[in-house]
């Protein structure tokens, strides 16, 4: 069991950047692989990035490059910057726990041209 938080969405301009969180609880199995995912207006939920407990990351390619995954295992929290943002990153954006398939209640991030 695992419960996830996310903050930090909002509305910013393209060019800008943004950092959101996600704050786990429940049991630290499930914590071992941490992703983010994002779902467009009209599309299918999709992976962004994810990190695995060791560090390694792997990133979507549309966000290589812009998008850094991070994690503080004292805090049980990752966190998700996100730079050089473009409409096209307009989404719902979930925290989702691979191990226990647990998934936040996500978090509004919109990009204006």
């Known amino acids: 069991q695992v419960q996830l938080a996310e903050s930090g969405g909002g509305l910013v301009q393209a060019g800008g950047s943004m950092r959101l969180s996600c704050a786990a609880a429940?049991?630290?199995?499930?914590?071992?692989?941490m992703a983010w995912y994002r779902q467009a207006p009209g599309k299918e939920r999709a992976l962004v990035a994810a990190i695995h407990s060791g560090g390694s990351t792997y990133y979507t390619h549309s966000v290589t490059g812009r998008f850094t995954l991070s994690r503080d295992h004292a805090k049980s929290t990752v966190y998700l910057q996100m730079n050089s943002l473009n409409p096209e990153d307009t989404a719902v954006y979930y925290c989702?726990?691979?191990?226990?398939?647990?998934w936040g209640q996500g978090t509004q991030v919109t990009v204006s041209s």
């Open positions: 989702h726990a691979e191990a226990c398939a647990g």
């Open positions: 429940g049991d630290a199995d499930c914590l071992s692989t």
